[in-house]
């Protein structure tokens, strides 16, 4: 009888470690999980596919609108539910500052050597310690026309009544619309000059109130409105502009000569994230070039990576809407985080949005 019971005992014993194996086989064989907070038609769907596939993930995306909406997920119980989030470089301080993103563990993103050096020394996170560039691009003006040599490539568009014929729309955001009427006016859009945001506030308030004024809704649904022919004119980002004018030669993307905006919009990952490996991986895979290059010829922004222009197509890397000239690019500002006086522009938005 002992032996028969040490028999038994070693076949059920032989038996759980098998069970443990396919168990555990099992468990590693299971994809992990990717949380990808960003933009609206923003990333390639094969891209997303092609990184799932090499790397076992699942990656989960959730979308929105602006900087301020992402920051109020975060805020609202939302925080670990994401792995990256994808702010404009002006957002970074206030990430930081409400302790909701962590800094990057670079030993896992070797591929950092690959960043543009103007990308690493951007302002508001110098080396890159909180976030990775992602794409960069420019803000300024779609507009409807058939005589595209006759526009003047000038915030009159906008902001002078006599200057176009047909509807407009102007962007929801106070550094978007304060920063254009501030650089019609011949100002810096990061001014914190009482008497400078007074004459912009102004300007909008005035603007607003004409009768082809279609409200504060530029970007995507301002340029399917322009596309559709519902309006002529309205603030967008370059990159979804440039697009729809390759798909209709009506179609045309303006950057002011007086300037605009140039931003840069970054990878970041949440604090409590609960899958910061994945995301690291993520982070590193987005800076091969080829990779990067991919994503430039989806999304028509520009590439952070300088290697990557020998994968993107001439006719992105020769459109200057995508690629500005130097001239151009010198009149172009990046928002700052303008700290305490950031209030200042949302108490002109106030003013504006209800005047």
Known sequence: MGKLKITVIVIILLVAVAISITMFNRTTDQPRQLNLFIWSEYIDPDIVADFEKAFNVKVRIDL??????????????????????????YFIPTLINLDLI??????LIPNVKNIDPRFTTIEEDPGNVYSIPYQWGTSGLVIRSDNPDEIEPSWKLLFEPDAIKGNFLIFDT???????????????????DLKQLEE??????ETKNRPTFMGFNGGVDGLSKVVGGVATLAQVYSGEAVKASLEDPDVHYIIPKEGGELWVDLFAIPKGAENADVAHQFLNWTLNPDVSARLANYSLYGSPVPEALAFISDEIKQNPGIYPPEEILNNMEYYKDLGNNSGLYEEAWTIVKNR
Do not use: C, F, H
Not at 177 to 183: E, H, M, T, V
Not at 200 to 205: D, E, G, K, R, S
């Open 102 to 107: 962590e800094p990057l563990n670079r030993q």
């Open 174 to 192: 106070a550094r978007d619309a304060i920063g254009s009427a501030l650089k019609y006016l011949g100002y810096s859009s990061n001014t914190t």
């Open 64 to 89: 929105y609108e602006s900087n301020e909406e992402m920051i109020s997920m975060l805020q609202t119980g939302r925080q670990g539910a994401y792995d990256i989030i994808v702010p404009t470089t």
């Open 200 to 205: 912009a506030t102004n300007l909008l308030i």
